[in-house]
Structures are given as structure tokens and as C-alpha cells.
């Protein structure tokens, strides 16, 4: 009996966290615990994403990650989920065969969940939504912005930025 | 030759063994996680109020007895439910049952919040171990149950003081925590290179440039080609984690020669932190210098592993420790 139940746990348990170590698959509760691993030093270039909305009357409005309600982890799940990592990532980079076409799809619909949140919380009516990535000096202030692209809240398209 | 490995690995995982220690983990374990409850379940409420398409929902979720998302009013019969089963399971009353189903209201919490596009590390170990402990034997020890059932004349057998029992409830607890250090040096090494050790990242996390105005911050690394620049000219590759360092992990941020010895000996102390399977006074030492690993992470950057602390010191055979003699 002993035995069964060991073997049960073992592979419930100990081969899917085996598994988890091996291919650096992050699905919880496994875990290849990537916290704090990639190399930083205080010269490592460092950015932040930002949201500037353009309002209906043509105003600007910065949208934080607390604009649709939830917390800071948003960014996490966006630049997981959405945005996508180059293939170093590891646990970061899932999406392996990635296009312009589906970078800016991904995004399309993103933006579109984000809008139609951001308007139903502020009440206000939005244009479009530009997605900019900022790099941080030392002190964490901004370097240098580089326009992503721009999402369109009547058309739900997401137009990457030409390089 | 195959004899001796199985006689090696019926050793490993049944040897007898007080299992007491079982029973105090099942107290002071759930005993936490019964007073943290309420900030679980604010983090239910929030995934609540979040828009359903930002939520992945792992495999602990998809396949989760419970639902997700849970509509009113059913939050609140699920928070009534697992408060009366974790008060349940911290004192032994149909203690298997009720620490079952605790564990399962627990691995919907702790998945729902791992759900938000990031990995809550801490209560991955903390799940696998409440799994282990449903069906350990011991974990009935200092229970309610116990002292009603148990016919015994003795106080002690009564709580189950002296039980001794199979050790795969403790072996499969050690086996798990080797993982998880080993994982979290080994991935320094995978995706910080050696360079890791030479102390600049942990500088850079001590110094508590990671955390600005809790805006998320993200890095690229000397690998990227320019090939994968083709999203942004940049190529992020990895999000920062947040930490939230004291004056003291401030002042360690600015001695080179600090970061660098600890970070050394911190990739050494998780890689290594597989010889606890050995046993015998190295396990206890192991535990108790695992304990005080987390509490100087708690200390230096805010990062709590309470649970760990508790799953570690009530594992150490403290009557080894103080020379005092074991029971087995």
C-alpha cells in the first residue's frame, strides 16, 4: 500500500517538478524559479512600458497599469501573454514561431479588452491607445522613448510602429 | 547488486521514525495559513473585478474541483467553508478530511493569484507539502481526534508523542524542498550565467533599483541578436522582480566584495541543498541555515517565505541539535 502511495505521489508530484526544472515550464504550482536569475548590474539597459491615451477630445491621458483595475501584475501578464520575449527568456518566452502579423493581433485584442475597460472605470471615451517603451537612466528616470505602436479603439487594430 | 538497491531505497522512504514533528508541521503550517486567509481572499476579489481575457488559468485552476470565476454568493460560502476547515485541520478534528479539502480551497487561492501573468514562488512549495501531509502518516499526531480515539492510558500516546512510523511523508517533503532550492540555483546559472556570482545583480536588487514608483521594469540581455529586435529595436527578454530592501540590505548593495561572497554562496547553499537527502546531522544543519536563508531575505529585501521557515525548522530534529538523545 506504502508503494502505491509513493508511486502516486511521485508521479503527481516529483516527475512534473522534474519535468518543470528540465524544460523551464512555468505553470503553478511547478516551477523552474527564474526569480532574480538574469544577469542585472547597474549598467544593464533597463525599460518600462507606457500607455498614453488620446481621448475623444483630443486630450491626453497617460493610462497606468491601474487603469483596468488591476494590479501591477498586469504588466507581468503582458509582457508574458501579449507582448512576447525574445527566445533568451526562457520561462518568459512562450510564443516560439513569433510574426509581426501575430505581435500586432495579440496586441489588437489586448488593447481592445484594456479600452473598453479603461472607459467603463473613467467614464471618458478613447481614440486610440499608443504603446511606448521608455529606457531608464540609473536613477530610473526616463532615457529615451521609442514608439511601439498604436492601437485604434474604433477599428480594434493595433498598428506596429516602422522601424 | 539489485538487492542492496532496494534494501537503499526501502531505507530511504520507510525507515521508522517519530513522526510527531508531522503533526506539529500540520498545526503550525495551517495554523499560518488560517491567519492569511484574508489576504488570499482579497486577491480573489481582485481577480474578480479584473477583466476574465487577462487571466490564464494554469493547470492547478483548469483542473480545480472549484470553478473559476466563483459568482456571488459563493465567495463567501467558499471563505466561511476554508476558515472552518483550516481552524478544523490546525486542531485535529476529522483531521484527514478537513486538511484535504483545506488544501484544495488553498491550491484554487494560491492559482487564482498565480493566474495574473506572474508565479507566486512562495506557496508552489507550500501546495506540494499540505499534499504530502493529507496522507502522511503522523500528520494525525497532537490532534483531537487522536486523543479521543486512541484507547491508549497515557497522555502521550493519546497526543501521539513517541509515534513512530514509515518516513516517506518526511522523505517526500525533503525530496521537494532539494527541488526547489536546486531549481532556484541552477536557474541563476541558466539564465544569469557565471557572471551571477560575480555579486553585481544581487547589488543591483539590494540597491532597490528594481522598485520605482512600483512601475514594472524590464531588461534585454548581450544575447538578444538583432534578428529578435524586430518588436520593439530593443528585445526584452526578461521582466525584474521587486524587492523592497531595508537600510541594511542598502549598505550591503554598495560593498562589491559582500554581494559577490553572498552570491556565491548562494548558488551554492540551493545547488547544494540536495545532500539534505543524506540525512543525519547535515539535514538538521541544511534546515536550520535554509531558515535563516529566508529570514535574511525577509530581512534584507522584504520578501516574505514565512511558510518555508516554519515547513524547515519543524522538520529539524532538534533533540540531534541539542544533543539530547532521539528517540530513533
Known amino acids: ?163 | 547488486m539489485i538487492s542492496k538497491i532496494y534494501n537503499l531505497w526501502s531505507h530511504f522512504w520507510f525507515a521508522p521514525v517519530e513522526l510527531l514533528p508531522l503533526g506539529i508541521l500540520r498545526i503550525v503550517l495551517i495554523g499560518y495559513l488560517f491567519f492569511t486567509l484574508p489576504e488570499r481572499f482579497l486577491v480573489l476579489h481582485w481577480s474578480q473585478d479584473m477583466p476574465q481575457e487577462f487571466m490564464v488559468l494554469g493547470l492547478a485552476l483548469r483542473y480545480s474541483p472549484i470553478p473559476y470565476p466563483l459568482i456571488d454568493p459563493w465567495i463567501e460560502y467558499f471563505e466561511i467553508a476554508l476558515r472552518i476547515l483550516g481552524a478544523l485541520a490546525t486542531l485535529g478534528i476529522f483531521t484527514r478530511i478537513s486538511l484535504g479539502f483545506f488544501t484544495i480551497g488553498y491550491w484554487y487561492l494560491a492559482a487564482v493569484d498565480s493566474a495574473w501573468g506572474w508565479h507566486d514562488h512562495g506557496p508552489s512549495l507550500v501546495a506540494q507539502v499540505l499534499l504530502v501531509l493529507c496522507i502522511a502518516p503522523g500528520v494525525s499526531a497532537l490532534s483531537i481526534d487522536r486523543f479521543f480515539l486512541n484507547r491508549s492510558s497515557t497522555l502521550r500516546n493519546r497526543l501521539g508523542i513517541g509515534l513512530v512510523g514509515k518516513r516517506w511523508g518526511f522523505q517526500m517533503i525533503f525530496v521537494l524542498l532539494s527541488l526547489f532550492y536546486f531549481t532556484s540555483g541552477f536557474s541563476k546559472l541558466r539564465y544569469g550565467g557565471v557572471q551571477w556570482m560575480n555579486g553585481e545583480t544581487l547589488s543591483f536588487y539590494l540597491s532597490g533599483k528594481s522598485v520605482s514608483n512600483r512601475i514594472q521594469q524590464y531588461g534585454s540581455s548581450a544575447s538578444v541578436t538583432p534578428d529578435e529586435k524586430w518588436r520593439d529595436g530593443v528585445g526584452l527578454d526578461h521582466y525584474l522582480y521587486g524587492a523592497r530592501p531595508s537600510l541594511l540590505a542598502k549598505q550591503i548593495a554598495d560593498s562589491k566584495i559582500l554581494c559577490a561572497i553572498l552570491a556565491i554562496g548562494t548558488i551554492f547553499f540551493e545547488m547544494f541543498f540536495i545532500l539534505i537527502l543524506l540525512g543525519g546531522p547535515l539535514r538538521d544543519l541544511l534546515l536550520i541555515c535554509g531558515a535563516v536563508f529566508h529570514a535574511s531575505i525577509y530581512f534584507l529585501m522584504g520578501i516574505s517565505f514565512f511558510p518555508w521557515i516554519l515547513i524547515e525548522l519543524c522538520l529539524v530534529n532538534w533533540c540531534r541539535v541539542f544533543r539530547r538523545q532521539p528517540q530513533l
Not at chain 1, 12 to 30: G, H, K, M, Q
Not at chain 1, 120 to 141: A, C, F, G, P, Q
Open chain 1, 1 to 163: 500500500m506504502q508503494n502505491i502511495i509513493l508511486s502516486i505521489l511521485t508521479a503527481v508530484l516529483l516527475i512534473p517538478n522534474l519535468l518543470a526544472i528540465t524544460f523551464a515550464i512555468e505553470d503553478w504550482p511547478l516551477t523552474p524559479a527564474p526569480m532574480f536569475a538574469h544577469y542585472v548590474d547597474s549598467t544593464t539597459p533597463r525599460y518600462r512600458f507606457v500607455f498614453n491615451g488620446e481621448l475623444a477630445d483630443n486630450t491626453q491621458k497617460s493610462l497606468g497599469f491601474y487603469s483596468a483595475g488591476a494590479n501591477w501584475s498586469l504588466m507581468r501578464y503582458f509582457f508574458k501573454y501579449v507582448y512576447g520575449a525574445t527566445p533568451s527568456g526562457g520561462v518568459f518566452a512562450i510564443f516560439e514561431s513569433d510574426s509581426a502579423d501575430a505581435f500586432s493581433n495579440r496586441l489588437g485584442k489586448f488593447f481592445k479588452s484594456f479600452s473598453i475597460e479603461v472607459e467603463k472605470r473613467e467614464t471618458v471615451r478613447l481614440k486610440h491607445i499608443e504603446l511606448w517603451l521608455e529606457s531608464l537612466s540609473e536613477d530610473n528616470l526616463t532615457h529615451e522613448k521609442k514608439l511601439v505602436g498604436i492601437f485604434d479603439c474604433t477599428t480594434s487594430k493595433f498598428t506596429k510602429s516602422q522601424d
